[in-house]
């Protein structure tokens, strides 16, 4: 998979794709990170790329012809199955929508907002999906569009080192993951919980279930009620008139 950011601050993102697992998603060719400096598809003399918006009050916006440029350029590379552009009035971002992602591109364009946002008529011409992380604001799309691209790649096959450990994370089937433990089986008077310790690998099964299931009930009800009504067997019956 070979994702795309466009940002006006490309150096925010230097960081978080040259550690560890995306660095090692990186080296094994599973997956590319290329990061695109809008300001260099500035088309005014002075370097410009956003402009005062239109009506009183608001600050600055980015204007349409350096994305639009930029965005083309790579779209005359390769193509893309997705434009997401990082914004707070997007979709708010979750494991299904990574899960949907990873599965389903190979090519992405992720685009930074920055300022008062970019002007509405690119959103409307070439921005396929929208995304947001949350119900809070960010001084850019920088740190979200990090966040979705480690949510996206370390689901990649091959990626992590344990084939399966993707498939047990918070999220995947809708509870949160269980508690942990390692050596030493006694610390600061605490055990470890005796049954991790039996080698009895369904029981094991059983008891990170219900752990999860209890955590997942007490820390978040939205995410508890959407289990419940996912499971079938939870399905009231329809009785017959
Ligand atoms: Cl994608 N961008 C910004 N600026 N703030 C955010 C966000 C995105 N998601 C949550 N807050």
Redesign the pocket.
């Known amino acids: 998979m070979r994702i795309d950011i466009i940002s006006c601050v490309p150096n925010l993102l230097d960081s978080p794709f040259s550690h560890s697992i995306l660095q090692r998603a990186n080296d094994k060719s599973l997956s590319e990170v290329h990061v695109h400096d809008l300001r260099k598809y500035a088309v005014d003399k002075h370097g410009h790329i956003d402009d005062y918006a239109y009506g009183h009050g608001a600050g600055m916006v980015i204007m349409c012809d350096p994305i639009f440029n930029c965005i083309n350029d790579l779209k005359k590379e390769r193509e893309y199955q997705e434009v997401i552009y ?3 009035d ?1 979709e708010v971002f979750n494991q299904q929508i990574a899960n949907h992602l990873s599965i389903s591109c190979e090519n992405i364009i992720i685009l930074c ?1 920055h300022y008062k946002g970019i002007d509405q008529r690119v959103r409307d011409e070439i921005i396929t999906r929208e ?11 920088e740190l ?1 569009a990090a966040v979705v691209t480690d949510a996206i790649i370390r689901l990649l096959p091959g990626v992590l080192g344990d084939e399966t450990s993707a498939l047990t994370d918070s999220f995947q089937d809708g509870l949160l993951a269980p508690p942990v433990y390692t050596r030493p089986k006694e610390w600061n008077g605490k055990q470890v919980p005796d049954i991790l310790l039996s080698g009895h690998e369904s029981k094991i099964d059983e008891w990170r279930l219900e752990e999860s299931m209890s955590r997942t009930k007490e820390r978040r009800p939205d995410l508890w009620n959407n289990y419940i009504n996912s499971q079938p067997e939870a399905k009231p019956k329809k009785k017959r008139k």
Not at 131 to 141: K, W
Request: cysteine-free.
């Open positions: 990082m914004t707070p997007g907002g995304i947001s992380i949350g119900d809070y604001v960010l001084s850019g799309g979200a």
